[in-house]
């Protein structure tokens, strides 16, 4: 039985479909129960224990085509605490680290929402490629990854590729002179802190890209530019350095922002190679490769201007080959030069102690072993001996926005009285309060004779008001008459 300490632990609920259901759709609900303990008190010679039950209700779907299903990476991206991973966009001073989580749930949640609104399936990966089966999702969607890979990883990757499974990499600047001008002096620790590595680890990502005969470059670019008629920015991006012939490469003219913050300078630069599209059709039904050197356009944490168009236009390329016209007419070639130097590693980084894949070894970091790929214990299930609502059949909301009908909640505690000791008590069995459900008529009756005495008492008010002027004419007339002399 798992033990949860307080302030420490947490419940994780993990609901798997059989096979069998894969076509099926309609709601599963149950409940968690929970044992709480708390030591005696007092004179107490036992243990406190109270039991608290989650109910849980989901919603199942037929599994969805393979071309709508995008499995986000998780394993691969790194965050401050407990290194030092330096902000993806290089204009922001007044944020230095990357601490958002780099999740679809925390600062990439609008791309989420949008991939979500346009029928996309969402998965998050949170362990390594070697985990997964790749006959099942239509695209890998890594953004913005600063871990290193297995070298199974890498051999995998390439396998599944040339099976069918798409691509897509939105990466980040990388420049080692740059990495060590954005070190700082930290007051708490009294220590200089330097980045283990640039917004992505690009010299990672180079080695997962081996094998497809591609690789990001070493220089650091910002600036604004259009692109299909969509006004873009690139925010301390970094550029493609290697890319097949037969593939489509888009340029942009840039501004060299690592020459900017390294000698103070500034310097623009034509015909930047940002964002590769490439289909090996040399191999049947092998899978599409796009690369985008900067993520910030997805990134809700310092966002200018948004590319969730730009990425539902490479999922049209990745899931069904179809390219924009607008981008077949930016077509460009790589410049010879920029196939020179590809980025290092810096010296002397301490990557290894925050990695999951790396591990030092006598002062070298080096691969760990491949990890066993995670297998959940399913619990044992008990049924429920409660009748389903009457109206199942229909849309359920959520748990959140309705309580659910069929679940009864004992919250009062009153679970172990009788129901003739309940019935004194004036409570329906169910815990909830039977005199609640009755008590209202009393209420409006109530009500209404208040309101009924209220008006009679000023229906009677007014006609007294008006007498009261007739009965003091009367009393003058009769005072005259009685003055007047006699006769």
């Known amino acids: 039985m798992p033990i949860l300490w307080p302030w420490s632990g947490y419940l994780a609920v993990s609901l798997t479909v059989s096979k069998s259901a894969a076509n099926w759709e309609g709601l599963a609900q149950g409940q968690v129960t929970l044992t709480i303990q708390s030591p005696p008190e007092g004179d107490e010679l036992e243990p406190r224990q109270s039991v608290v039950n989650f109910p849980i209700?989901?919603?199942?779907?037929?599994?969805?085509?393979?071309?709508?299903?995008?499995?986000?990476?998780?394993?691969?991206?790194?965050?401050?605490?407990?290194?030092?991973?330096?902000?993806?966009?290089?204009?922001?001073?007044?944020?230095?680290?990357?601490?958002?989580?780099?999740?679809?749930?925390?600062?990439?949640?609008?791309?989420?929402?949008?991939?979500?609104?346009?029928?996309?399936?969402?998965?998050?990966?949170?362990?390594?490629?070697?985990?997964?089966?790749?006959?099942?999702?239509?695209?890998?969607?890594?953004?913005?990854?600063?871990?290193?890979?297995?070298?199974?990883?890498?051999?995998?990757?390439?396998?599944?590729?040339?099976?069918?499974?798409?691509?897509?990499?939105?990466?980040?600047?990388?420049?080692?002179?740059?990495?060590?001008?954005?070190?700082?002096?930290?007051?708490n620790t009294r220590q200089w802190w330097m980045p283990d590595t640039g917004g992505a680890n690009i010299p990672a990502l180079n080695d997962l890209l081996e094998p497809l005969g591609m690789a990001f470059g070493n220089q650091v670019y910002e600036g604004d530019f259009n692109l299909a008629n969509h006004a873009m920015y690139y925010a301390s991006g970094t550029s493609l350095a290697k890319f097949p012939g037969d593939g489509l490469v888009i340029?942009?003219?840039?501004?060299?922002?690592?020459?900017?913050?390294?000698?103070?300078?500034?310097?623009?630069?034509?015909?930047?190679?940002?964002?590769?599209?490439?289909?090996?059709?040399?191999?049947?039904?092998?899978?599409r490769v796009a690369l985008y050197g900067d993520s910030n356009c997805l990134d809700n944490s310092h966002l200018q201007k948004d590319c969730f168009w730009l990425l539902a236009a490479l999922l049209e390329f990745s899931s069904y080959g179809n390219i924009p016209p607008s981008f077949k007419s930016k077509t460009s070639a790589i410049p010879i030069k920029s196939l020179v130097q590809l980025p290092l590693r810096l010296e002397g980084n301490h990557l290894y102690r925050y990695s999951k894949v790396l591990e030092n070894h006598l002062g070298t970091p080096h691969t760990?072993?491949?990890?066993?790929?995670?297998?959940?214990?399913?619990?044992?299930?008990?049924?429920?001996?409660?009748?389903?609502?009457?109206?199942?059949?229909k849309h359920q909301r959520l748990l959140s926005l309705e309580t659910l009908p069929d679940m009864p909640v004992d919250r009062l505690g009153l679970g172990g009285l009788s129901p003739d000791e309940l019935k004194w008590a004036g409570w329906k069995h169910n815990g909830l309060g039977g005199g609640s459900h009755n008590i209202f008529p009393i209420l409006a009756f109530m009500g209404m004779v208040i309101v009924l005495v209220f008006l009679v008492n000023r229906l009677y008010r007014n006609r007294r008001s008006q007498r009261r002027p007739r009965l003091r004419k009367l009393h003058q007339i009769y005072s005259s008459i009685m003055k007047q002399p006699r006769t």
Request: with cysteine; hydrophobic share 30%; charged share 25%.
């Open 251 to 287: 340029s942009q003219n840039l501004k060299n922002q690592g020459h900017e913050v390294i000698k103070g300078a500034s310097m623009r630069e034509k015909n930047v190679p940002i964002l590769g599209l490439h289909h090996n059709r040399g191999i049947k039904g092998s899978g």
């Open 368 to 393: 760990r072993p491949l990890p066993s790929c995670p297998h959940h214990a399913m619990a044992q299930s008990k049924p429920i001996n409660t009748s389903a609502p009457l109206n199942l059949y």
């Open 57 to 187: 209700k989901v919603k199942i779907i037929p599994t969805p085509p393979k071309n709508k299903r995008i499995l986000w990476d998780q394993f691969h991206n790194l965050r401050y605490p407990p290194g030092y991973f330096p902000r993806d966009n290089l204009r922001m001073k007044n944020d230095p680290l990357d601490w958002n989580g780099d999740h679809i749930h925390t600062n990439f949640k609008d791309m989420y929402q949008h991939l979500k609104t346009n029928g996309y399936f969402v998965e998050v990966l949170g362990s390594p490629f070697t985990c997964f089966d790749a006959s099942q999702y239509g695209t890998l969607l890594l953004v913005d990854p600063e871990e290193e890979y297995f070298p199974e990883e890498i051999t995998k990757l390439k396998r599944d590729i040339d099976s069918g499974l798409s691509l897509i990499i939105f990466a980040d600047w990388y420049n080692t002179t740059v990495m060590k001008k954005v070190k700082f002096y930290d007051e």
